[in-house]
């Protein structure tokens, strides 16, 4: 995994040659164009390219009508699948704004945000390994726009009647990344916007796990015994336990460490009697069992801040402190996929993007959307084995490059010692109170040691 992930070419030979793009030549200029973009992925086509050649080549490969976001991703997402053979994966779920702002002219393009502002909405399954966090990929992505014209008020009964909604984008997701292997058990992680009946329809269709925050409190449920609000049915089951949290300080609060009560219930979520979508009904589902795991902080210090609370549904048995503290962990793996978006506004800069149409937008948004799974990765490689010899994992070129870059009178042995080295030309200082280094800095110091190594293989060149 490492060596794939480290070297440009050996990466976008297999996150693209597979694609079908109705030309072989269209995938080996797509190919071409990855590893440019491998080295600054956070600059515009011109400056990727380089040459005017390679940038023309590129504006017309992108203007292909076989060239699509699904085409450019599709390979991608089945070596992300492939990845998962064997054990506990986590899919964590989340849709994000590409807003390309209110005074660009693009074609067939959506509104997001503000009614004014134009772009996209990107809904992103992404798979990690439950134990050890290794990424595997995005298994299943939705990119799709909203209307320009806001749709007229219609009745109950109307809206009854509606076929799609915005919503639905859940279900898709799910459903394309299908049921487990053999061997294999996979849990959806998600926020309160899949707190949704038919969201569950899916995914007991597909058998497949669930952790799901909960977003309706006031909903009616049935627990061991009776018809209650979910709310009550929490509120009245035991404490089994304890912990503290360390919280860090915003806007809204302070810094401090939070005491918090663990509690587990067992409850039937009943079909709604209204809003229930086609699929849901033909699943003849008429209540989904699950669990609730409560975590709520007690007595918070200082007086006057809001006390941190989850109410977690899953699909996973939880009598056991032990099994709730599981599913707690396995919710706060869900801001990685914050951090992947992260990556793909940030390190790709994919809203800096001044194409003009739709089309060419959103293939570049799939290239780019690899390239973010690679960026985040960066980080995991000194994690997964850090005392694995560096010759091993990374070209024999870079150790010396680097070594000659940072002057530095030891030698670069492991797979740690290369990242953090890396790192440091990224502005890592490495004192012990920061830690390891994150995917920007080993990013920015990739990018200056393949400047750094371009620049040396054009000088030997020239000199013979």
Not at 323 to 348: D, F, M, N, S, V
Request: hydrophobic share 35%; charged share 30%; aromatic share 8%.
């Amino acid at each position: 995994m490492a060596t794939v992930l480290l070297d440009a070419e050996a990466w976008a030979t297999q996150q693209f040659s597979t694609c079908e793009l109705g030309d072989k030549r269209r995938t080996n200029r797509l190919v071409q164009f990855a590893v440019q973009s491998v080295e600054k992925p956070d600059a515009s086509t011109t400056k990727q390219t380089e040459t005017w050649a390679d940038c023309k080549a590129a504006y017309r490969l992108f203007d292909q009508e076989d060239v699509t976001f699904e085409a450019v991703t599709a390979p991608h997402r089945a070596h992300a699948r492939e990845a998962m053979h064997d054990g506990v994966w986590l899919i964590l779920n989340d849709t994000t704004e590409l807003n390309f702002g209110y005074c660009r002219e693009i074609e067939d393009i959506g509104r997001v945000g503000a009614d004014s502002n134009r772009g996209f909405f990107l809904h992103t399954a992404l798979a990690v390994r439950a134990d050890g966090g290794e990424i595997a990929g995005a298994v299943a992505q939705d990119l799709f726009t909203r209307p320009l014209k806001k749709a007229k008020r219609v009745s109950s009964a109307q809206r009854k009647k509606k076929r799609s909604r915005e919503t639905d984008v859940w279900g898709r997701v799910i459903d394309e990344v299908g049921s487990p292997q053999n061997g294999v058990r996979l849990i959806h992680v998600c926020d309160r916007g899949a707190d949704n009946f038919d969201v569950y329809c899916h995914l007991v269709t597909q058998q497949v796990g669930w952790v799901i925050r909960a977003a309706q409190l006031k909903r009616r449920v049935r627990d061991e015994r009776q018809r209650t609000v979910l709310d009550t049915a929490i509120r009245r089951s035991p404490c089994l336990g304890t912990y503290e949290l360390e919280v860090k300080a915003n806007q809204d609060q302070p810094a401090r460490t939070a005491h918090l009560e663990v509690r587990t219930t067992k409850i039937a979520m009943p079909r709604p009697k209204s809003g229930v979508s086609r699929y849901a009904r033909n699943t003849n589902l008429m209540e989904i069992p699950m669990w609730v795991v409560e975590a709520r902080e007690t007595s918070p210090v200082p007086k006057g801040v809001e006390p941190l609370r989850w109410v977690l549904l899953t699909s996973e048995e939880t009598t056991t402190f032990e099994q709730a503290w599981k599913i707690i962990e396995y919710y706060e793996r869900r801001p990685l996929i914050e951090e992947y978006h992260k990556c793909l506004k940030t390190g790709c800069r994919v809203e800096s993007r001044l194409y003009r149409k739709a089309r060419r937008l959103e293939p570049v948004i799939g290239l780019a959307c690899v390239l973010s799974v690679r960026l985040l990765s960066l980080k995991q490689v000194a994690r997964e084995e850090p005392e694995r010899p560096a010759a091993q994992v990374v070209p024999k070129r870079w150790i010396e490059a680097l070594t000659r870059v940072l002057r530095r009178p030891r030698k670069i042995k492991t797979v740690r010692e290369f990242i953090r080295a890396l790192a440091s030309l990224g502005g890592f200082l490495g004192r012990k109170c920061d830690g390891e280094p994150g995917w920007q800095t080993i990013w920015h110091g990739l990018d200056k040691l393949l400047f750094f190594i371009r620049g040396a293989e054009s000088i030997a060149k020239r000199c013979g």
